[in-house]
């Protein structure tokens, strides 16, 4: 969004071009995905603030956030999945009738806060590629640019986040938070502060921060779908476009729906720091300390995406402490969603304007316009797209492009899912993950139904 426009519609295509392989041959490889080395502007650059965020919005006047009105549609909890924006179900049945979910079962989760899959299933194999497991999925993004700093800061917004957000801005730089929902909603006033006054990006962390493999599809869906959706509400109309796991616990079925149903590009990290546990004794500001020292003083290739969390005042801390090595070893400090060439969202146009997203897509409490209400009635989709929620999210991009064309592959089998998750769980934030090899893992770009899409939808919906 901050680039020049050609630049843009050459990175939008190439991405879908990517989006369009993976998808249709959910292909596996355990090479890192890496933002395309293409070009993105440091924050210091003058396009960067007069295209930022500005005051657009896609036209629609939204609840004020913070307001009975704008929380009232949410669920307070685990989202009930008999209760789902049936755009949303229908979505995700198009793309597993498509054959583009992978058929696998929810993991359980081990003691030592491993996955555990049933039938014999290795969580390495390429038909699980569980992230947990340093299993990386092509289309993930897992280092930024080379020399790049790509800053993202998990589980807010909460108290704790506001001594982040100060420094951020005093020292004029931008960071993308990766928010859960639940938070979100108890804390509107931290959430309008990164976004608003800060001009940060807003990142999708699901709703209630639960290990998303041991989630049934209709679960994942709920997990992802109400975190974008109240994002959106709060934004202006914006839908995110990276997401990340908590605990980095993903695997091909889970990053299938984010990608497939959401349009949601998964974001992981190559360093961390275990800064989630400085509060519980798993490791210590030294050592966390220590550890950002060496990475900072390190190779430039590839580019840094640290996790890091804005969960306590410590590891607020933390990041703080270190802050001076990063202009001190010369990275460029970049937002991990900015760095990526096409920017945090999924629906703003190069010059900062934002494309309304068809009312119905975001399901029954997408606004609070007339056109929302009519589908909030019916509970139809008014515009006729294959795959729902995410077709028209990214018809919205292509329009504002004028390039992405493509033809959906998604030959498949048609199979279903069943599953059975193991409970639900929700903790409000944090990545108390216990040990175990968990990391990362990542995703994917824009799916073959989206594009599929575009041929039913296409610029009409827009014009
Ligand atoms: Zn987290």
Not at 107 to 123: A, F, H, K, Q, R
């Amino acid at each position: 969004m901050v680039s020049p426009t050609l630049s843009f519609i050459y990175t939008v295509a190439t991405f879908s071009l990517l989006g369009a392989t993976s998808a249709a041959s959910v292909h596996i490889e355990t090479v890192n995905k890496r933002f395309a080395d293409t070009w993105y502007h440091s924050d210091d650059h003058p396009a960067y603030s007069l295209f930022r965020r500005q005051e657009q919005t896609d036209g629609v006047t939204y609840p004020d956030v913070g307001s009975d009105e704008w929380s009232s549609a949410f669920p307070p909890a685990s989202p009930d999945t008999d209760d789902l924006p049936q755009v949303w179900v229908d979505a995700l049945n198009a793309a597993v009738s498509a054959g583009t979910i992978p058929d696998i079962p929810p993991s359980t989760m081990g003691g030592n806060g491993n996955p555990v899959y049933p039938d014999g299933l290795s969580p390495t194999s390429s038909e699980v590629c569980s992230a947990t497991y340093q299993c990386r999925i092509s289309g993930e993004i897992w280092d930024a640019p080379d020399g790049v700093f790509g800053a993202g800061f998990d589980d807010g917004p909460l108290p704790t986040s506001t001594k982040l957000y100060n420094f951020l801005h005093e020292n004029n730089v931008h960071a993308t938070h990766f928010m859960i929902g639940v938070n979100i909603l108890e804390n509107p006033d931290v959430f309008t502060h990164a976004f608003e006054t800060n001009g940060d990006d807003i990142a999708v962390h699901t709703w209630t921060h639960p290990y998303m493999t041991t989630k049934t599809n209709l679960e994942v869906v709920g997990e992802l779908g109400w975190t974008m959706q109240l994002i959106h509400n709060s934004t202006g109309g914006r839908l995110p476009r990276y997401w990340r796991p908590p605990y980095g616990d993903s695997d091909t079925r889970v990053s299938a729906i984010a990608r497939e149903v959401f349009g949601l590009t998964t974001i992981v990290w190559n360093h961390d720091t275990d800064d989630w546990s400085l509060t519980t004794g798993g490791t210590t500001s030294s050592k966390v300390h220590s550890q950002l020292s060496k990475w900072l003083s390190g190779p430039k290739s590839p580019g840094l995406i640290i996790l890091e969390h804005e969960l306590s005042d410590m590891s607020v801390q933390a990041f703080i402490d270190a802050y001076p090595l990063i202009g001190q070893n010369n990275w460029d400090f970049v937002s991990v969603a900015e760095a990526s060439g096409v920017g945090a969202w999924q629906n703003v146009n190069s010059d900062g304007s934002v494309n309304r997203v068809p009312s119905p897509v975001l399901g029954a409490n997408a606004s609070a316009n007339g056109a929302t209400s009519s589908a909030k009635k019916t509970g139809v989709a008014a515009v006729s797209v294959t795959s729902g929620v995410l077709s028209s999210m990214t018809a919205t991009n292509s329009a504002a492009t004028g390039d992405v064309t493509g033809t959906s592959a998604g030959s498949g089998n048609g199979s279903s899912q069943s599953a059975s998750a193991t409970g639900s769980g929700v903790p409000k934030l944090k990545d108390t993950q216990t040990g175990g090899a968990r990391r990362l893992l990542a995703m994917p770009a824009w799916p073959t139904s989206i594009l599929s899409a575009l041929a039913v939808v296409g610029a009409a919906v827009f014009a």
